[in-house]
Each structure stands twice: as structure tokens, then as C-alpha cells.
């Protein structure tokens, strides 16, 4: 069966209150990898259900290929989902787990237990068709719910944070098989995850969310280098904040130095908030400069230092483990930003997240 | 992490006391439950004109007059009350988990009435209400109905009024099990599979539910059997009346047919908790 694309358009759902999605439009092209990231609350996880058909939207189209399912019985769907939660059926084996959904189709023994052997295999699993899910690993039991939700050769494969509930090491090793088997199957899937490295690690695309809407929809490397808005910039890797001058022609002043302003930038003439990537960050040792290195911290190729400005804002620099080998904590330096555009945010705005010691 | 850093270890000491103080829990336990039981069967297997020990209570009892009757009456009360209960509270308890989360406190509130209500008041209702049958009502439909269901021989109205008082504690038991298998999950993953909510029911939630359901099935068993304030105050005979009537006459006999009873119910536990067990092997099919 050849790939077919998914189309949401103006999707809207209010729970009480909340808007969980407000005007989405979402389009994955056949065969394509997209993964929807936000914090919690932005409405991914609606959209996902939303798409499996456990949700009804207030307002909105859902398509598949050509095929309006807006209306349609989530049964009806031909989608294959996988859970956060452990989802194997407890009653049954891992092997009739796999096989639940061809049973339902009414699919012949024989050709079950054959379909339900080969994606156990596929998956990683092919001893352990017997066993019964307590019989299981946490990581174990989910590559058994990716093999059932596959194995009713679904036309969409939806994965809402399948691997939030596993140790690090298991979830970095099934993110990637997740990838290869999608790459290999060529089948066109969604992921909800709030882990910006799962995020852009596996997706073709990956669509930062924030009240209800698409803030960004791009390539994990434009969404980094690009990012369409302050909110994308922040909450994808690491952003430093500071404080800068926004002047009328386009520029911004800030740590000394003017530079152009990217597009997509949100503010004002006047004070604002400059947010800059610690690797785009210049540093040199100077005994005259106004900031301090407070904290050193070694990340093989790159060096991350901690500096605290001259007005007491804190900053991160990323300079190549070489360049900062001279440089120790307590040391006086000057801090720049680098050439380019950067983005503008306005001055009261709220960061996206908590800026945190971790690598995008 | 500090949690993990900062839980007491426990010393050897204090794991040895406790595992003292709930030896001692154990037989007091023991005791309180042991003794009596130990004196009935004793009471029962004495032989009071020849001295020593006899079964012929025991052996008697199948040809005691109304025995056979009221055992009869009993158990098909009891497996309709079972049938019945099963199928009022199973569907509203699906309903209640999958569809109308918001009336759950309602249906839990409903279903803890019969525990507030005292039996005593509950059969002053029903008798009032059964006495319309061939009053007020006579001739209609449901009076009737009201009528038939007073037969002696099977009085049905005996079975609603076991539903009403077995639906807490089946509720309670299917609820805990409900809990424990986040259908909520169980049925997205099953619809999204290609099931209808018929096969959502039969293939996932009933099989998993199992345990919860035998539960409910059994402590309505026990009820049933052992109901006496309803029955009496009807003037039907069950089990427990006749057992009451036929102490006056036969003290030994209706104690060793209690005792017997009693090994019955605990029989009946035995297979709930049997068949309860997670599978561990089974054909692939």
C-alpha cells in the first residue's frame, strides 16, 4: 500500500474553558515523519486523539489521502497507535496481542500467527510471542504495542509519547528503531512527544505547538537555526536572553554591538529582549571586561561557560573545548554576539521555558 | 533523588519485631476465628447417648424434612440474584468508566443505599408495597406480577430485593478491578484496532475484568445464602430461616448443617481464587 498523506484543517476543541486546539491546520505529507512538540497543555496530544478519532473536534476537517474521516468511528480509522501508557492487552500474549487486530478483521488463524511471528521479529521480539505482558519490560511491552499497532498494516501510525515511561538508555535505542522501521515501511506517522530531542532527532519535520495552534512546522535544523518565532527559539535548545536596544532600521543594539534583526521577531522600538544561542556567542579573556565566568562545564567538542554580564544577567557561551581551555571560573572576559541576524522578543515577555543546562 | 537518598533504611531489629507482632496478630486472629468453628463441629460430632464421636448429624441432614426444599430454593435464588446483579451493575459500570465519567459519584452514591439503608426498613417498604398487589392493584398487570412474584415455592420478589442489597459490594468489587487495568487505555487501544464496542467488551474488558466479576458473583453468593432479617420477615423458606426454624428442634442438626454451609461458602472462595490466577501458560491461539 503506497503512503497517504493527513490533512487537519482549522481543527478547534474546547475543553470547558480550554482551548486545547484553536484553529490547527496540520499537513503531513505521505510517508512523511512528524513529530508535534510543546509543553504540556498546547493541544498535541488532542490533535493526536483528535486524529485517531477518540476526540470529536468542535470545528475542522480531518482527511486522509482524499477521504474525509472527520465523522468516522475511530474503529473505522485504519490507524495504528501506540500508547504512553502500557497498553497490551493483560489476558493475552504478546503473540495475540499482535494478532489482536487481524482478529478483529476476522483474519484466518494461520495467516495470524504468521503476520503476528514476522513483526515480533521486526520489532526485535521474536522469542517472545508466548509471554504475557507482566512477563515483559516496560521497553519490551512497547515494542509489542508498536508491533500490534503495525500489524493491521495501518495507513497512519500514531505514537503519543511512547517512550516517556522507559529508562533513558531503552528510550534512545527504541527512538531509533522507531525511526528505522518507519524509514523501512515508509508509513506515514505522527508523534506527540514533550522531549525536544526525541523531537528532532527522528522527524522530517517537527511542529512546535503552543496554545492550541502551530507555532512552527519545519526541519529540526531550520527550527534551530530559524526559528520562526521568540516562543520556537526558546523552546527549542538552549536561547540566552538579553537585554538590548531595538532601533528604527532594523537593527538591534545589544552587548556593545548592533545587528540586523531576524524575521519573525516580535517587538517594539525601544528596550527588548535579544536571544541568542550559546555557540553564537563570542568570548575572549580580556583583564578589562565587564563579565565573570562563573561555571565550566565540559561537553566533549564544545566547552559550555556560565558568565554572569556586568548588569548581573546570566549568560551560556559555547566555544569549541580548544578555545576555552585557558579559561577557568573566577576569570574575567568579554561576551559578544557573533554576527548575523538575530531574533527580537518583546521586553515583558515570558520565556518559553526555564532556560536549562541541556543540549538541544 | 533525595527520596531515594533520604528513606530510612530499616534495621534488622525492627524488621524482626515486626515480623513478631504479626505472628501474634496471626493467632489472636486465628483464635477469634478457630474456636467457635472448632466447638460447632465439635457440638456436631459428639455422640450425647453412646458417648464418642458420630457422623450421623452430618448424614442426616440430606433427609431432614424441608432441607432439600429450602437448599434448592436457596441456590436458585442466589444464581438469579447473581445473573441479576451481574447485569445491572456491569453495564453501568462500563457506562460509567467509558462514556459518563461526570455520573460516577452519582452511581456511587446510588450504589452505597443499600448500605445506609437498615434491611429491616428495607422489608417494611417491600411488604407495604407487596400488599398492593392484591389490593389496590388487583387485576392490573403489576399487581399481578406483584402477586406471582410471592410464590412460595420461588418467590422472585426475593431476587430484586438481593439485587438491591448485593449491588454495593459488586460494585465495589468491579470498581477496584476497573481501577486496575486503565481501561480507559485498554479500549482506545482496542477501538483504534479495528473493534466495536461489542468486541471491546467481550474480547478486552470482560476477560480482564474476570477476577472482579467472580468477586461480585461471590459476594453475592455469600449473601444470598446466608440472607435471614429479609426471608424470615417474608415468611419464605430459605436456607438460613429453615436452619433457624429447625434449631428449636434439632439443635446438633442445624449446627452441623451451618458448619456444612460454611466449608461450602469456603469451597466456593477456594475456586474464585483459583480461577482468578493470571494464566501463565496457555495454547497460542
Not at chain 2, 434448592?72 to 467509558?98: C, E, H, K
Not at chain 2, 472482579?212 to 430459605?238: K, M, P, Q, R
Request: net charge neutral; with cysteine.
Amino acid at each position: 500500500m503506497s503512503a497517504v498523506g493527513v490533512r487537519m484543517l482549522g481543527m478547534r476543541r474546547s475543553f470547558g474553558a480550554v482551548r486545547a486546539l484553536d484553529g490547527l491546520d496540520l499537513v503531513i505529507e505521505p510517508g512523511e515523519f512528524i513529530a508535534l512538540l510543546g509543553p504540556s497543555g498546547c493541544g498535541k496530544t488532542t490533535a493526536l486523539r483528535v486524529l485517531a478519532g477518540f476526540e470529536t473536534a468542535d470545528a475542522g476537517s480531518v482527511w486522509v489521502g482524499d477521504r474525509d474521516i472527520t465523522g468516522l468511528a475511530p474503529n473505522k480509522r485504519d490507524m495504528g497507535m501506540v500508547f504512553q501508557a502500557f497498553s497490551l492487552f493483560p489476558n493475552l500474549t504478546a503473540a495475540d496481542n499482535v494478532a489482536f487486530g487481524l482478529r478483529v478483521r476476522g483474519v484466518d488463524g494461520a495467516a495470524r500467527r504468521k503476520r503476528a511471528a514476522d513483526l515480533l521479529e521486526l520489532v526485535g521480539l521474536g522469542q517472545a510471542g508466548k509471554r504475557y505482558p507482566h512477563q515483559l519490560s516496560g521497553g519490551q511491552q512497547q515494542r509489542v504495542a508498536l508491533a500490534r499497532a503495525l500489524a493491521i498494516e495501518p495507513r497512519v501510525l500514531l505514537l503519543d509519547e511512547p517512550l516517556s515511561a522507559l529508562d533513558a538508555q531503552v528510550r534512545v535505542q527504541l527512538r531509533d528503531e522507531i525511526r528505522r522501521i518507519q524509514q523501512r515501511l515508509g508509513i506515514t506517522t505522527l508523534f506527540v512527544t514533550h522531549d525536544q530531542g526525541e523531537a528532532l532527532s527522528v522527524a522530517d519535520r517537527v511542529g512546535v505547538m503552543r496554545a492550541g495552534r502551530l507555532e512552527q512546522l519545519a526541519d529540526p535544523d531550520t527550527l534551530y537555526h530559524r526559528p520562526a518565532t521568540p516562543f520556537v527559539g526558546e523552546f527549542v535548545g538552549t536561547m540566552n536572553r538579553l537585554p538590548g536596544v531595538l532601533g528604527p532600521h532594523g537593527t538591534v543594539r545589544v552587548l556593545g554591538a548592533d545587528r540586523p534583526v531576524a524575521e519573525g521577531s516580535e517587538a517594539a522600538p525601544g528596550d527588548v529582549v535579544v536571544l541568542v544561542r550559546p555557540e553564537a556567542m563570542t568570548l575572549s579573556a580580556s583583564d578589562s571586561g565587564t563579565a565573570l565566568v562563573v561555571v565550566r562545564t565540559f561537553h566533549g567538542a564544545l566547552t559550555r561557560l556560565s558568565v554572569r554580564l556586568g548588569d548581573g544577567d546570566e549568560a551560556f557561551v559555547d566555544l569549541p573545548s580548544p578555545a576555552a581551555a585557558g579559561i577557568r571560573p573566577g576569570d574575567t572576559v568579554t561576551v559578544g554576539v557573533g554576527e548575523g541576524a538575530v531574533l527580537v522578543a518583546a521586553a515583558g515577555d515570558t520565556p518559553a521555558r526555564v532556560p536549562a543546562h541541556e543540549d538541544a | 533523588m533525595t527520596a531515594v537518598l533520604t528513606r530510612p533504611v530499616e534495621a534488622p531489629a525492627v524488621r524482626g519485631r515486626r515480623n513478631a507482632t504479626s505472628i501474634v496478630v496471626l493467632i489472636v486472629a486465628g483464635v477469634y476465628f478457630l474456636v467457635p468453628l472448632a466447638a460447632a463441629i465439635w457440638f456436631t460430632v459428639q455422640d450425647k447417648v453412646h458417648g464418642g464421636v458420630t457422623g450421623e448429624y452430618y448424614t442426616s441432614i440430606p433427609q431432614a424434612e424441608g432441607f432439600a426444599g429450602a437448599l434448592r430454593r436457596s441456590l436458585t435464588l442466589a444464581v438469579l440474584s447473581v445473573l441479576g446483579v451481574l447485569l445491572v451493575t456491569v453495564p453501568a459500570m462500563l457506562a460509567v468508566t467509558l462514556r459518563l465519567p461526570r455520573l460516577r459519584p452519582l452511581v456511587e452514591g446510588l450504589s452505597l443505599l443499600p448500605l445506609v439503608i437498615p434491611p429491616i426498613a428495607l422489608v417494611a417498604g417491600v411488604r407495604d408495597m407487596l400488599a398492593l398487589g392484591p389490593d389496590q392493584l388487583a387485576g392490573t398487570p403489576l399487581g399481578d406480577a406483584l402477586v406471582s412474584s410471592q410464590d412460595p415455592d420461588l418467590p422472585i420478589i426475593l431476587v430484586v430485593v438481593y439485587i438491591v442489597l448485593a449491588t454495593p459490594f459488586a460494585y465495589r468489587s468491579l470498581d477496584a478491578g476497573i481501577r486496575a487495568v486503565d481501561a480507559r487505555t485498554l479500549v482506545d487501544a482496542a477501538r483504534g484496532l479495528g473493534s466495536s464496542w461489542f468486541d471491546v467488551v467481550w474480547r478486552v474488558l470482560l476477560p480482564n475484568l474476570r477476577g472482579a466479576v467472580l468477586g461480585a458473583a461471590f459476594l453475592t453468593l455469600g449473601l444470598v445464602l446466608g440472607e435471614y432479617t429479609i426471608a424470615g420477615i417474608l415468611l419464605f423458606e430459605t436456607l438460613p430461616t429453615w436452619l433457624v426454624k429447625i434449631s428449636g428442634q434439632n439443635g446438633q442438626l442445624s449446627v452441623s448443617v451451618s458448619t456444612a454451609s460454611l466449608l461450602f461458602t469456603w469451597l466456593l472462595l477456594l475456586v474464585v481464587s483459583l480461577a482468578d490466577r493470571r494464566p501463565t501458560s496457555r495454547r497460542d491461539s
